[in-house]
């Protein structure tokens, strides 16, 4: 059996993210298996609301007249907006500048 040829690969292609580029390196196809991973996506996202459609009754679900309304409590607002900043901080540093995104993330996190 031949042992396919150790990949050579770029400073630039050594990021985790870049698996489709590190698998192409190696000589395998990038995409083996996709139809079949298509195809079991497609009946799952068809069987899913078939099987709700069939069992989940029609009409809208009985209220309780004393019950609460849903409202968000103090400081709840606050943790929201720190969790947005968070996550643009750390695709921020990732993408301008080349960071590692954990960098943004610890950073967002100790804005607090």
Known sequence: MAVPPKPRLEPWATHWGDI???VG???RPALTGVQFQFRASLIGWFKTP???SRYIPKGRPPFNSDEKVATIK???KAIIALFAMTITFAVLSHQMLHLPAIWG???GLAIP
Do not use: I, N, P
Request: hydrophobic letters at 60%.
């Open 105 to 107: 993330m610890m950073f």
């Open 74 to 76: 103090r400081g709840g």
């Open 20 to 22: 489709h580029l590190k």
């Open 50 to 52: 078939f099987l709700l």
């Open 25 to 27: 390196l190696m000589g």
